[in-house]
């Protein structure tokens, strides 16, 4: 039976997950309808996703405040320590995330009257499933304190990165085909490593919600090659 | 890198199991309470306790403590009312053989020696274990007197008396506050400076730890902070044990937590256990235990 002392505290910390929730929701929605936007050359939708942006920085920006609040006043400890520690690390990742949204946008005027061939439209649609769904995942993880479903997203982040590769060559070989030129080729795959860009964001937000969760930071391969040289240079 | 450690000064050799001791044995190290200068120490193990029970009479107020105390480290006790974590500090002096029914049961090891045997003069322990107790409690003597009571009870020569309060209040960071009124009355000093002047006293007689029960909560933020300092220099000397409800403080000062939770029986009585004993960086960032985690918290049962 647990009683709860610091009820004041804790609500503001739901508060803070509630809001990073519909912050993550926000970026999944962004995703797919800068896709469309994309897709049929809206360029007024674009505009309405890049003004949407803004929204999404306040909501950081007050998040992020909140954050500070909770520890300066707060002293948490424990797992509400690294529930905070985690909110302020995902705060970054998802406004990051929103920020590709926009840059995706703004492609789209730069893309207008390019012709994008199926293989093109197919890909991009099938990147925008995947950093959607990883989007989800990742905040799914996160709301539930799923430390199980954040370990499997770095996994399932390969299929977007592999479509990611034949997005590549697909925007290139239009381009030998003579569909587009150099310039919105060079455009196209920029917007693709923007999905991609998403898809590493979200696997960030699960390794994250796994310290959340266990405790144990992520691994970092740089991080234990330079441990492991340090180590060597102290022997 | 691993050499064998060289042995300091600071290497407290005790055993000849605390018999009672002619004059002689007690006498103090004048040098070593002045030597001022913080040296990096190897720790090792002071206090080994083995499945300790303590009773009052019939009731059962601390059961199953097993923990090790490491030298020159903070180990702080802390957990709710009632948790038994000051009638744990008070076992490791035999405090405890002051209260009427009082038993320990279990063993408490203090440098390989059982504390509770009866070979052991508890008055010898208190000397090597002293104690700074929650409320400011100087004699009703001058400042000098206060601190110079114990060497002089131990035998140190009147010479070098004069050097042992100045160093012990040196060391508790009290010095220069009170060199030129050593003569007046230790309850013309503030709490905080009391309390500094309790902990001159207790390292006085050249202790090996120092158990600390709730040392600051009579004092003020900018006097607990000053004591905080002091504890941390104090461990490149001694051990410290020390009994917190303030978290924040356990977490900014020791090395090494142990939480204490109360569980009540059937009949309603109230044994306290030792729930996690770990490093404190780990009890304040991912304890092991969910009770540690809903104290801490403050989702407290």
Redesign the interface.
Known sequence: ??????TE??QLMEEVRADLVQMGGMVAEGVSAVTAALLAGDIASADQIITADDELDLLSLEAEEKCVQLLALQ????????AILTDLRMISEIERSGDLVTNIAKAVVRLLGAELVPRVRGLLDRMREQAVRLTAMAMDAYADRDAGLAAVLDEIDDVLDDLHGQYLDAVFASQNAGHIDTQQAVQLAVVGRFYERIGDHAVNIAQRVEFLV??QLPEHIGANRARARREQD?M | MSQEPEASASDVTVPDALAPKDQSRARIDVSAVAAMAPQRVETSTVFECADVDVYYTDFRALRDVTLDVNSHEVTALIGPSGCGKTTFLRCFNRMNDLIEGARVEGTINYHGVDLYQDEVDPVEVRRRVGMVFQKPNPFPKSIYDNVAYGPRLAGVKRSEIDDVVEGSLTRAALWDEVKDRLKMSAYGLSGGQQQRLCIARAIAVQPDVVLMDEPCSALDPIATGRIEELIAELKTDYTIIIVTHNMQQAARISDMTAFFSVQANEMGQRTGELVEYAPTSLIFTNPDDPRTEAYITGRVG
């Open positions: 039976m647990t009683e709860e002392v610091r505290f804790h002293q948490p400890v424990a797992v509400d320590l690294r266990t405790g102290e």
